[in-house]
């Protein structure tokens, strides 16, 4: 139990991400995201302080295929499982801050 | 040409989401999303400030089927083409702010 224990913990270490090296590798993504996270396009998201597990998971799923978006499988072919969790870790990293609601 | 241009204009703004509208609706993504657009649970993403024609596409896509959530079909199966826009509008109305980039 104590050695299964502990290769989960370690196991998650491995894959976690690295955001100095997400923010470098967001030169992919620059044009339509920004490396600020702040969308440039109409069609593109913005991904600034994203939930890191939501955008690691899209973008797996536009590597594998499950999500179809023409930009998106072009870029997330180029990506390795490292760099999509370093990307996540860059683009969830940046803080977000919410104002007053609109109206109230 | 000049009532052809008339036409666009007068369609476009048909078609705008009322965002006060889109707040009430809002009841239904709340739980996860929450009202203020920021995500509740680990799956789901943030929304706040997020680009008023990507939500709009993605919710027509999930309702459509062409994007795939289990929870997202459900919710969207339920949604107006009216509610899509004003959901859209409610969301990319509040405002987000994003700091200094983190490292520099």
Known sequence: MGAAALFVIASGNARAGDAKAGRAKAQLCQACHGVDGLSKVPD?????????????????????????????????????????????????????????????
Chains 1, 2 share one sequence.
């Open 44 to 104: 593109a998201p913005n991904l600034a302080g994203q939930v890191e597990g939501y955008l690691a998971t899209q973008l797996r799923a536009f590597k594998s295929g499950a999500r179809k978006s023409e930009a998106m499988t072009l870029v997330a072919a180029q990506l390795s499982d490292q760099d999509i969790d370093n990307l996540a870790a860059w683009y969830s990293s940046i803080e977000i801050s919410v104002g007053k609601l609109p109206g109230g």
